[in-house]
Each structure stands twice: as structure tokens, then as C-alpha cells.
């Protein structure tokens, strides 16, 4: 079974750029989730899809972060304009339904650093 | 608030010692608890999970954690460290009406000494 494919894994740009990042979830797998990863601290939740609705976007900054799920399987997230602490690392989960106990996959992350 | 503690953010223990990561949960509603372990560059993988079963739960690697209400903790050991072991670990809190979404603690970052 192939697991949760990110792209790029690596990202270099400069404040005020923009830049995007793709996610494709495993197969069949309904719900998605975009963690924020920054050094030294533990992933946080910045959206969290159910097919191709928005569950919660309730941590995700809306004035320069986005994302989208078209077609409820692969997703894109959009960060323009870019800043200095958006540097991270980004990743992607799929979990087959949105409860508890349901194991969330991980994807490789990319790691976005911004000068 | 709901939130998760885990003590140490660096542990060393010597390959074959015991290995002995602390979590705490914050938290007035029953919690599902995990455990995360992430290499260098990788995603992160799932060790082991507490879903309200047995208390005492047992993962990949030889791992286990066990859940404690009265002290709202869910420990990881290990009986014996290994040079592979050497990683950081996530502990992660989420309930029954959170949608799946995970609360992470800081994360331990484990060495291991020949």
C-alpha cells in the first residue's frame, strides 16, 4: 500500500513570496489533515478535511494561509504572503474516517525555510 | 484547556538500558492517547495507541506505555535500548468529539550511547 506522498520536500524563498504544497493522501482514505511542524516543537493542526469539506480550520491563519481539497482526494496548501516564522516543516496525514481512534498516516513533510 | 506535557525534551540512555519517555495529559473527558516516534527527515510513524481498551498497551519495536487515570500519564518504555531507537518521540491526546485531531506534546528527542 503506498503511503502519504508529499512534493516538494524541500523549499527555499523569500518573505512576501508565495508558495504551495501538494498532498496525496492514501487511497480511500476520507479524512486529511495539513499539521504545522516548527523546530523544536510538536506538529500543530492547521486544517483538517472530510472529503472535500473543511472539518476545522480553526488554528489555520486565513489571512495568508489556504488550502483546498478538489475532488476529495489530493489537496494543496497556499501560503502567500510568506513570513519569517512560517518556516516549518508542513505535513500531510490521511486517516480512514475522522474519529479518535482511527491511526493517522504521516507523509515525509516539507520543510519550508524562508529568509 | 486540553493539552499534553511531556517531560525531558532530550533523554540519553546507554544501548541496552531501559528507555522510559514521560507524558502527561490535561484533560476532565476520557482521552485516546498515542505515541509517535519521527527519524531524521521522515514523517512521523505510529508506535502504539490507548483507545479505552487495556490500560497496558503494547507497540511496535518493543515498546509498550501504559495509560494511568489517577495520574493522567501514559509513559513509554522500553526494557532495552538499541541504536535504532535513537529518534524523536511525539506524545498526541485526542477524544471522542475532536474529529481525530491531534494535540502534540513538545516531543523527546532519544539518544542512545554505544
Known amino acids: 500500500e503506498a503511503g502519504v506522498a508529499q512534493s516538494p520536500r524541500y523549499k527555499i524563498i523569500e518573505k512576501r513570496q508565495s508558495v504551495a504544497f501538494w498532498c496525496n493522501p492514501i487511497s480511500g482514505h476520507a479524512t486529511l489533515y495539513w499539521y504545522q511542524q516548527i523546530l523544536g516543537q510538536g506538529p500543530k493542526l492547521l486544517i483538517q478535511f472530510q472529503n472535500n469539506g473543511v472539518v476545522d480550520d480553526s488554528q489555520l491563519p486565513k489571512d495568508r494561509f489556504s488550502a483546498e481539497r478538489l475532488k476529495g482526494v489530493d489537496s494543496t496548501l497556499k501560503i502567500q504572503p510568506a513570513k519569517l516564522e512560517d518556516s516549518a516543516v508542513y505535513l500531510c496525514a490521511s486517516s480512514t474516517r475522522d474519529r479518535g481512534t482511527n491511526e493517522q498516516f504521516f507523509g515525509p513533510g516539507t520543510r519550508l525555510t524562508v529568509l | 484547556a486540553q493539552s499534553v506535557t511531556q517531560l525531558g525534551s532530550h533523554v540519553s540512555v546507554s544501548e541496552g538500558a531501559l528507555v522510559l519517555l514521560r507524558c502527561n495529559y490535561s484533560?476532565?473527558?476520557?482521552?485516546?492517547l498515542f505515541w509517535y516516534v519521527q527519524y531524521p527527515n521522515q514523517g512521523l510513524q505510529l508506535l502504539l495507541k490507548y483507545t479505552s481498551a487495556a490500560t497496558l498497551v503494547k507497540g511496535i519495536n518493543g515498546f509498550e506505555a501504559e495509560f494511568k487515570k489517577s495520574e493522567t500519564s501514559f509513559h513509554l518504555t522500553k526494557p532495552s535500548a538499541h541504536m535504532s531507537d535513537a529518534a524523536e518521540y511525539f506524545c498526541?491526546?485526542?477524544?471522542?468529539?475532536?474529529?481525530?485531531?491531534?494535540?502534540f506534546g513538545q516531543g523527546t528527542e532519544l539518544s542512545v550511547k554505544p
Open positions: 498526541a491526546v485526542t477524544y471522542y468529539n475532536q474529529g481525530g485531531k491531534l494535540i
Open positions: 484533560s476532565s473527558v476520557p482521552p485516546y
